[in-house]
């Protein structure tokens, strides 16, 4: 559903938006990578389906895909989830070392409106981690370095175009969806998500895609790249859409326990049989922490933009597109 926001007026015209957006991809990528310890590498646009290497997402939605002459059927890949983890290893990476990719994506089934488009644009990073280091200090740490850098970069981008910077809170609130659930049992995930973010400012919401104490799942996560104990979504309180904006999805990665008891309860042990699985129940690959990090969201965020189209060039619908340029929304 589309949202207008009340007497709607961009701060920055397209040409000045487009220089914040480079301003944004340079100083992020530059610092996520200081402060995380990644190199950066090249990345697929595509893999073969056969190689079990693209992301599933909540399981329902179909990559773009295609045949050429000497291969398997081809799929544009959805995110570089499970992609990374077999670069490590084969890069050489080791301990405390990991890398992040300009990682760009088809979602054909993503249903359009202000944050949502069928255009993915993220930096999709991976870190090597010991297998002491799977647990909840971990991830919250790694957490707060993103959000350090987040913050910091709003700085940046107020000293370039002090008018046209949206404020974010410096800390980041921890709760996991099953407690989310406890303190909002009235409402849907959604809803939940809205509430804690409009009382808090920036939470990462963490342990999704197992059943919580309803029976339900919070939010659909694919069983065999994230360890639904350990991973979580980086949310802020977006004021001028009044929701919460996701800027991240990421975890720690599941190891050769929790890849076969989530494969389980997603009733797909078949996968276990492709090459990528089976690297994680031979210990073949190393134990890892890593995510996705929306280029175009963060770039929306901090320039206080009311659709995601105003910092990136895709497709929307017809009807869309005059609704929004009748609201002073210039979609690229």
């Not at 009235?186 to 939940?192: I, Q, S, V």
């Amino acid at each position: 559903m589309l949202i207008i926001p009340e007497y709607y007026e961009p701060i920055l015209d397209v040409r000045e938006t487009q220089d914040a957006i480079k301003l944004i991809r340079d100083k992020f990528q530059k610092e996520i990578g200081i402060h995380l310890n990644l190199d950066r590498v090249s990345a697929p646009l595509f893999v073969e389906r056969s190689s079990g290497l693209n992301d599933n997402l909540n399981g329902v939605e179909k990559p773009v895909d295609f045949r050429i002459n000497g291969f398997d059927q081809i799929e544009i890949v959805h995110s570089l989830a499970k992609w990374k983890r077999m670069a490590l290893s084969k890069y050489g990476f080791r301990k405390g070392e990991g890398l992040y990719a300009n990682m760009n994506a088809i979602r054909k089934d993503e249903n359009m409106d202000n944050l949502h488009s069928i255009y993915v644009d993220q930096w999709d990073w991976e870190k090597v981690i010991d297998k002491s280091e799977r647990n909840i200090d971990t991830l919250k740490k790694t957490v707060r370095e993103i959000v350090k850098v987040i913050k910091h970069l709003e700085h940046e981008v107020w000293y370039a175009y002090p008018n046209g910077v949206y404020k974010i809170p410096k800390e980041v609130f921890f709760i996991t969806s099953e407690e989310l659930l406890q303190r909002y049992p009235d409402l849907n995930p959604k809803e939940r998500e809205n509430a804690i973010c409009r009382e808090k400012g920036c939470v990462f919401l963490m342990q999704i895609g197992d059943k919580l104490s309803n029976g339900e799942v919070h939010d659909g996560r694919a069983p065999d790249y994230d360890d639904w104990s350990l991973n979580g979504d980086l949310l802020y309180w977006y004021e001028p859409l009044a929701c919460a904006l996701e800027i991240s999805s990421m975890g720690i990665r599941v190891d050769e326990e929790s890849l076969i008891s989530q494969c389980e309860k997603a009733n797909c042990l078949d996968r276990l049989s492709l090459p990528y699985h089976k690297a994680i129940l031979n210990k073949e690959l190393p134990y890892t922490i890593g995510g996705g990090i929306g280029q175009s969201r963060l770039c929306m965020l901090l320039l206080k933009k009311a659709h995601i189209g105003e910092v990136q060039a895709s497709l929307w619908p017809q009807d869309m597109i005059a609704e929004c340029k009748r609201h002073n929304i210039n979609l690229l």
